[in-house]
């Protein structure tokens, strides 16, 4: 099936600092990619849709200045959390979905762990 | 009233039963629906999506959707300990071009050997 790649893994930080993660189609193209952001023992929330050489689209109470995404190949997109913060500690998880194949299938990276010190 | 609801569980089912996982979903307009599994730490891994009215058979998985009733599950034959993890229901308006998934908060489920 088809393959998304999430880097880091993991990443530690310091308050203040930026970091980027990294979400790639490895055997497909996608146009579109999706960032979600998952608390403890909460379920998926959506942060934005990622759209290749167009800007994102946000959901509603998620700062566009803070996660600045950038998707500028078919298999690329870049989540930037800007001047992170504890409350920024959390697992974020990109999702692509294959372009011109029927029907809506859409993977999963593996997923980031951020934790913001 | 959330978009898609679940039962969070825990659901505790003896190893080799069925498990059945159920979920409903507020917006009429839903298209494409989806079960992902999520083991504790890992990113969702999906099992099955559904669009038709009916059900949809997978290996031990089963899909059942009912849009009359707004109303998808997941039926899970000769259950095994591997399928310990959370369930999470997944609806799509699928209008092209503008495809976001929304998801439930999952139920947890637990095969007890």
């Known amino acids: 099936g088809a393959v998304v790649s999430q880097h880091p893994s993991w990443v530690i930080c310091k308050s203040g600092t930026s970091v980027k993660i990294e979400c790639r189609s490895l055997d497909f193209q996608a146009t579109t990619m999706f960032w979600y952001r998952q608390f403890p023992k909460q379920s998926l929330m959506l942060m934005a849709t990622s759209n290749e050489g167009s800007k994102a689209t946000y959901e509603q109470g998620v700062e566009k200045d803070k996660f600045l995404i950038n998707h500028a190949s078919l298999t690329l997109s870049t989540l930037t959390v800007t001047s992170a913060h504890p409350e920024d500690s959390s697992f974020y998880i990109c999702s692509a979905r294959e372009d011109r194949v029927p029907g809506n299938t859409i993977y999963f990276g593996e997923g980031s762990w951020l934790t913001v010190v | 009233q959330k978009e898609v609801e679940q039962n969070s569980g825990p659901l505790s089912v003896p190893e080799g039963a069925i498990a059945s996982l159920n979920c409903t979903y507020s917006?009429?307009?839903?298209?494409?629906f989806f079960w992902y599994r999520q083991y504790s730490g890992k990113s969702p891994e999906l099992i099955m999506f559904?669009?038709?009215?009916g059900d949809k058979e997978d290996g031990r998985f089963t899909a059942q959707l009912n849009k009359a009733s707004q109303y998808v599950s997941l039926l899970i034959r000769d259950s095994q300990p591997s399928d310990s993890a959370t369930y999470l229901c997944?609806?799509?308006?699928?209008?092209?071009?503008?495809?976001?998934?929304?998801f439930g908060t999952g139920t947890r489920l637990t095969i007890i050997p």
């Open positions: 917006d009429r307009g839903s298209q494409s």
């Open positions: 559904i669009y038709s009215n």
């Open positions: 997944a609806v799509n308006r699928a209008n092209f071009g503008n495809e976001k998934l929304t």
